[in-house]
């Protein structure tokens, strides 16, 4: 993390000097955009492995409740910092470049409190080859680790699939929906995406908050969960009211953001430690990887139905929860959550 914050300071201090002579071109932004993607493909995966090394296991899911909560409350005011100093200076390029400078600080803090913290986690010490270990070899590791636990590999086919059949509709049918069927346009699309971030957010700080759910509660309520997710949104591609649709995103949001944090722990206090990174990785990848692919199909589909977009990812979902209910790992899943507490 410490060695992509570094890299990801360069990368935006030179785009802010970029900015500032006024020499950007098309090429570069692409450059850019390919090396940040490329470096976040290693700090993602690291920072979701590191919280398990900074504080005890009985503290996880807090910890992991901040984090993730700090981090959505910080993607609602970055935006706005940022969008403040170019509206300043919309005649120019000084507020984009401001941006990009003060984004390139934030890197740099960041790396200085990496430099100096001390994990009250524990790190077994590796003592075989695996420090030698290639890249493919690792990922191979990690698939068998998830392919042969499995509650482990139920629970990242579930996310797989359900990130498939949600973000997509998501990202690409609401934006459609707030322009052709709700009145306020761009405001209720606004609206909605807020609504949605802000009900993740209060789900992560509940998750922290809450007793965690074990047991026959635990697959109960994520059953249930999931079933919820189905139906709203196959509700969202009839209803053209935008309130309504904002308490929905908010109900979904706040869904998404407990079960994603207590997930999260579950798979983090799962793994071995020595596998966190790889482990995460391939969250990561089965969480996102398919995102591309479900966004593509989302806009074919939404360009010929939109309700049919909405009705079909939620049925999808139902079905998916249908099959989900009835797998044997899912009571292994619940009862180790009741052991871990």
């Known amino acids: ?109 960041s790396a200085m409190t990496l430099w100096f913290m001390r994990g009250g986690g524990k790190l077994p010490s590796s003592t075989d080859s695996s420090d030698k270990e290639s890249i493919w070899g690792a990922i191979m590791v990690g698939l068998k680790q998830v392919w042969e636990d499995k509650p482990l590999r139920l629970i990242f086919l579930v996310i797989a699939a359900v990130n498939f059949l949600f973000v997509g509709p998501i990202l690409v049918g609401i934006p459609v929906l707030a322009d052709q069927r709700l009145a306020e346009g761009a405001v209720a699309f606004g609206l909605l995406m807020s609504g949605f971030a802000g009900g993740n957010l209060g789900g992560f700080l509940l998750a922290g908050a809450l007793p965690r759910p074990t047991g026959r509660i635990m697959r109960l309520f994520l059953i249930t969960l999931l079933t919820s997710f189905g139906i709203a949104m196959g509700i969202i591609g009839f209803i053209n009211l935008t309130w309504v649709d904002y308490g929905l995103m908010l109900l979904l949001g706040l869904g998404n953001g407990y079960v994603t944090l207590i997930l999260f722990t579950w798979i983090q206090t799962r793994t071995p430690k020595i596998m966190l990174g790889r482990i995460m990785s391939l969250l990561m990848l089965s969480s996102a990887g398919l995102v591309p692919v479900s966004q593509a199909i989302s806009g074919a589909v939404g360009a010929w139905n939109l309700a049919l977009l909405f009705v079909a990812a939620g049925g999808l979902i139902v079905l998916v929860t249908s099959w989900t209910a009835f797998q044997p790992a899912l009571v292994t899943f619940s009862e180790s959550l009741s052991r871990d507490n």
């Open 1 to 109: 993390m410490l060695a992509s914050d570094i890299v990801r300071f360069m990368l935006t201090a030179l785009m802010a000097g970029v900015v500032f002579t006024g020499i950007v071109q098309m090429w570069i932004l692409y450059v850019f955009g390919l090396g940040f993607g490329l470096v976040a493909g290693f700090a993602v995966p690291a920072g979701n492995s590191i919280v398990p090394m900074l504080v005890k296991e009985k503290d996880l899911q807090a910890g992991n409740s901040i984090v993730m909560g700090v981090g959505q409350l910080v993607g609602f005011v970055g935006p706005v910092v940022a969008g403040i100093l170019i509206g300043q200076f919309s005649k120019s390029f000084l507020g984009i470049g401001l941006a990009f400078g003060i984004d390139s600080v934030t890197f740099t803090i």
